[in-house]
C-alpha cells in the first residue's frame, strides 16, 4: 500500500490550527470582533435606506399640485379625527389614573414610541429580522416591543449605537405571551416559518378547552401584559381554527398574521418607562 | 511577494457578493424567498490563490458574512466555511477540474451544500417545521438559478480586480496541486 504524500495533508493540518485557535480565543474578543465587523457594514445601509428615502422625495415631488391638495384635504381630515382620538385617550388615563389612586393600585406599564425606519429585512427560514435606523443613542433597549398601526411586530433583539435588530413575530424563535379578544386566560404564541409567497402565520399553544372558535368568524390573538415588554391588547393576528394538541389537555392553532408584515417600511419601538 | 495581499482584494469582492445578496434579498422579503449565494465566494480562492492566502479570505469572509446575517451564534461560519473551502480545494486539485464546466458545476454543488447545512443546523435549534422542506426546495432552485445568472460576472469581476491593482492576471496563477 503506497504511502499518501503529506502535502495531502498539508491543507487539513493548517485548517485544524486556525479552527483550534479560533475556539481557544476568549469570548470577549470574539464579541469585540462581531461588533468591529458590524460596524464596519451598518453604514453602508443606513446610506442605502436613506438613498431610498431620497428616491422617495425625489418621486414625490413629481406629483402635481392638484394631487399634493388632495392629499393635504384628506390628512386634515385624518388629523381631526387624531385629534379627538387623543382627547378621548387623554379622558381615558385621567379616569385610570383616578381609579388608581382610589384604589390604591400599582400603575399601568407607560411606554415612549420611538418612531424608526427598516433598513433591512433578513426573511430566511431560521429567522425573521429587520434592521432599523435607531439605536441606543435614541433610547432603544433589548427585549422592547415594537409595534405598528395593525399590531405586534417584533422585540428588540440586538441594539447597536445607532442602528438595532428586531426579531419578528413570524420568526421561528419568537415567543410571548398572549391571550384571545374577551379571554383573559394566557396562552402562548411562537412564530413559525412558511413557504414563499404564502401568509406569514404564527403557531398558539395551551389554548383551553373550553374555547370554541367559529370558522367564519375568527377570534383576534392580542398580547397579553405578561412579560413586561408588551402592552395589553395589541393585535398580534386572528384563529380561525382549532385543533386538540397531542397531550388532548390544551387546543391549538395557527394563527394568521398580517400580510403585509414582511413589507413594512416603518416601525415603532415601545421604549418602558421607569416609575 | 506581489501576491501577499491579493486576499484583500478577494475579501473585498466577497463583501460585496454578500452586500448585493442582501439587497435583493432586502426587496424579496416580501414574499420570504431569500437567495443564498455563500458557495460563490469559496470558489475564486480555490481556483486561483494559494491554500493559506484562500483560506484566510475565506475565514474573514465567513466572520463578516456571520456579522450581517441572523446566524444565533457567532463564529458558525467560521468552521463550516473553512472546512467547506479545504474540502472543495482538495477535490479540486486532486480531480484536476479546470475546465470551465467543471467549475459550474463545483459552484452549484459547493452552494448546495452549504445552503442545505447553514439551513438543518439553524434550523435544527429551533424545531423543524412542517413547511421545512418546501421551503428548503424554493430557497435551492431560487439560488440555483441566480447562480446559473451571476457566477460568470462575479469571477470575471474578481479577475477585473486583480488585473486594476496590478497583479498578475489569475489566468496565469493557475497551480494545479500546490498546496501551499
Redesign the interface.
Known amino acids: 500500500m503506497s504511502k499518501l504524500p503529506f502535502?495531502?495533508f498539508?491543507?487539513?493540518l493548517?485548517?485544524a490550527l486556525?479552527?483550534i485557535g479560533?475556539t481557544l480565543i476568549p469570548t470577549l474578543i470574539?464579541?469585540f470582533?462581531?461588533l468591529s465587523?458590524?460596524q464596519?457594514?451598518a453604514p453602508?445601509w443606513t446610506l442605502?435606506s436613506q438613498f431610498k428615502d431620497l428616491q422617495i422625495y425625489w418621486s414625490c415631488r413629481n406629483h402635481s399640485k392638484k394631487e399634493l391638495i388632495e392629499a393635504c384635504r384628506d390628512l386634515a381630515r385624518r388629523n381631526s379625527f387624531s385629534q379627538l382620538a387623543v382627547a378621548e385617550n387623554m379622558v381615558l388615563k385621567e379616569e385610570i389614573a383616578r381609579f388608581e389612586k382610589l384604589h390604591n393600585l400599582p400603575a399601568l406599564d407607560s411606554f415612549d414610541p420611538v418612531i424608526a425606519r427598516i433598513t433591512?429585512?433578513?426573511?430566511?427560514?431560521?429567522?425573521?429580522?429587520f434592521m432599523i435606523r435607531k439605536g441606543s443613542k435614541d433610547g432603544i433597549t433589548p427585549g422592547a416591543a415594537v409595534i405598528y398601526e395593525k399590531g405586534v411586530v417584533g422585540r428588540i433583539k440586538d441594539v447597536y449605537p445607532s442602528s438595532s435588530?428586531v426579531e419578528l413575530v413570524s420568526s421561528?424563535?419568537f415567543r410571548i405571551a398572549a391571550r384571545f379578544v374577551g379571554d383573559n386566560r394566557p396562552i402562548t404564541y411562537k412564530g413559525?416559518?412558511?413557504?414563499?409567497?404564502?401568509k406569514?402565520k404564527g403557531h398558539a399553544e395551551n389554548i383551553p378547552i373550553d374555547l370554541s372558535i367559529q370558522p367564519d368568524r375568527p377570534t383576534m390573538l392580542i398580547s397579553s401584559r405578561l412579560g413586561g415588554h408588551f402592552p395589553d391588547g395589541l393585535i398580534i393576528g386572528k384563529l380561525s381554527k382549532l385543533e386538540p394538541s397531542i397531550s388532548g389537555l390544551f387546543n391549538q392553532g395557527a394563527i394568521e398574521l398580517d400580510p403585509h408584515l414582511?413589507?413594512l417600511q416603518e416601525v415603532t419601538v415601545l421604549i418602558p418607562q421607569r416609575h | 511577494m506581489q501576491f501577499k495581499f491579493t486576499w484583500i482584494i478577494c475579501i473585498f469582492a466577497n463583501c460585496l457578493l454578500i452586500y448585493l445578496t442582501q439587497l435583493v434579498n432586502h426587496s424579496l422579503g416580501a414574499i420570504a424567498l431569500p437567495l443564498f449565494t455563500l458557495g460563490l465566494t469559496l470558489i475564486f480562492p480555490v481556483l486561483y490563490l494559494p491554500y493559506l492566502q484562500g483560506l484566510i479570505a475565506t475565514l474573514i469572509t465567513a466572520l463578516f458574512f456571520d456579522s450581517t446575517e441572523a446566524i444565533s451564534s457567532f463564529g458558525y461560519s467560521y468552521y463550516i466555511l473553512g472546512i467547506a473551502f479545504t474540502t472543495v480545494y482538495c477535490v479540486y486539485h486532486h480531480f484536476k477540474l479546470y475546465s470551465p464546466l467543471h467549475t459550474i458545476l463545483l459552484i452549484q454543488f459547493t452552494n448546495l451544500s452549504l445552503l442545505i447545512t447553514y439551513h438543518l443546523i439553524l434550523n435544527f435549534e429551533n424545531g423543524f417545521n412542517p413547511h421545512f422542506f418546501h421551503k428548503l426546495f424554493q430557497v435551492v432552485i431560487a439560488s440555483k438559478i441566480i447562480l446559473l445568472l451571476i457566477s460568470t460576472w462575479f469571477l470575471n469581476l474578481q479577475a477585473t480586480l486583480f488585473h486594476t491593482f496590478s497583479f498578475h492576471h489569475p489566468s496565469t496563477k493557475k497551480q494545479p496541486h500546490s498546496p501551499k
Request: a positive charge.
Open positions: 502535502s495531502t498539508k491543507p487539513w493548517i485548517l486556525f479552527l479560533w470574539k464579541s470582533c462581531q465587523f458590524y464596519f457594514q453602508l442605502t433591512r429585512r433578513d426573511i430566511h427560514s431560521w429567522s425573521h429580522q435588530i421561528p424563535g413559525i416559518d412558511n413557504p414563499a409567497f404564502s406569514p414582511h413589507s
